[in-house]
């Protein structure tokens, strides 16, 4: 019976939700950016092929000395899907703050929460139907994100294998999770706040401080512990023993030197774990970007958390039992908004 409730509930605040013009309009230009990014994936795709077998065809030559030996062959989904943790970890966020920003504190405002909860209703029968609900939203839109995706690389030609499959059904569920974090976040400040206006206004402040004051501040701070004077942009292996590193300095030179002691890539390592570390303590969006990169086979990734393996080298299982600090830092977020929806709501005077 207690089932029953919830499922009403849940049930009702779906069909609200998909009705809201302000959510239908998020979710329009959502879903614009993810066609766009698949788009422009499939492209980059296509180019960054015709590089390596060209490459490829011209290190067969033996007259022809080349800095690099490995040259990585790219992977369909790092390319293809990348742009899309970016679109998801932004506009995905702020859809999810709009779905739920006005959960509690909308309810209140028009006087309906008094009238829902003189029903023979437990107050966490009300918390668990909204949140539900909002979480079939979230499903709902993923999942219809990702089959546009995945048909729209199919019709442009690409061919995508079982494991690209695995790894696009993963990143969507991770995806899945991130933005419930960003839900029960805005569904807290909803319970906390006297009105929408109030609820939207802390929701986007938590967002903005995760999202760009930490990324600020944990670079200022990695800058101050490892000064780095060159760009790095290319580490790659000239031996089974030498390294070499590609720069560019200050004035706009570009210089190979081959690495002796502590490397400028080394340096850039280093700076980056810490600024990584400092974010990832607080900013959902940080772990959830490492999470999914790493997922998709990101390169860049693997090279900065120092992971020598090749890419086709590792399964899923390692690949998610490395990032799993990740994974509970980020979902930790949604348990801790949701309990404390819980407390705060169960204790509120209800007039």
Do not use: H
Not at 269 to 295: L, V
């Amino acid at each position: 019976m207690k089932n029953n409730k919830v499922a009403v509930i849940a049930k009702k605040e779906f069909f609200d939700s998909i009705r809201s013009k302000t959510f239908l309009i998020i979710f329009g230009i959502f879903l614009v950016l993810m066609l766009v990014s698949s788009v422009t994936g499939i492209n980059n795709y296509d180019k960054q092929l015709d590089q390596y077998q060209k490459f490829q065809v011209e290190n067969q030559n033996p007259d022809k000395n080349s800095v690099f030996t490995d040259f990585p062959e790219p992977k369909l989904t790092a390319v293809v899907f990348q742009e899309m943790v970016t679109n998801i970890g932004l506009i995905g966020a702020i859809l999810a703050i709009i779905l739920g920003y006005n959960t509690v504190s909308g309810e209140k405002e028009r006087g309906n929460l008094k009238l829902l909860l003189s029903y023979p209703l437990y107050r966490e029968d009300v918390v668990n139907g909204k949140f539900l609900g909002k979480i079939g939203v979230l499903i709902l839109t993923l999942a219809v994100t990702s089959i546009l995706s995945i048909a729209c690389a199919l019709v442009m030609g690409m061919n995508l294998t079982g494991s690209d499959l695995v790894a696009i059904i993963l990143f969507m569920v991770i995806s899945t999770l991130y933005l419930i974090t960003f839900l029960g976040i805005s569904i807290f400040f909803s319970t906390v706040s006297k009105s929408g206006t109030s609820s939207i206004l802390n929701s986007f402040m938590f967002w903005i401080l995760s999202t760009m004051i930490i990324t600020s501040f944990s670079g200022i701070v990695a800058d101050a512990m490892v000064p780095i004077d060159d760009t790095v942009f290319y580490g790659g292996k000239i031996s089974s023993t030498d390294s070499v590193s590609i720069v560019v300095s200050d004035n706009g030179e570009t210089n190979i030197s081959k690495d002796d002691g502590e490397s400028p890539f080394e340096k850039y390592q280093k700076n980056w774990k810490i600024q990584n570390m400092i974010e990832s303590f607080i900013s959902p969006t940080q772990n959830y970007e490492q999470i999914a990169s790493a997922i998709l086979g990101n390169d860049f990734v693997n090279s900065m958390t120092g992971s020598d393996s090749p890419q086709s080298e590792i399964n899923m299982f390692e690949i998610l039992s490395g990032k799993i600090s990740n994974i509970i830092t980020m979902f930790v977020w949604a348990i801790v908004s949701l309990i404390a929806t819980y407390v705060v709501f169960m204790r509120q005077d209800i007039r």
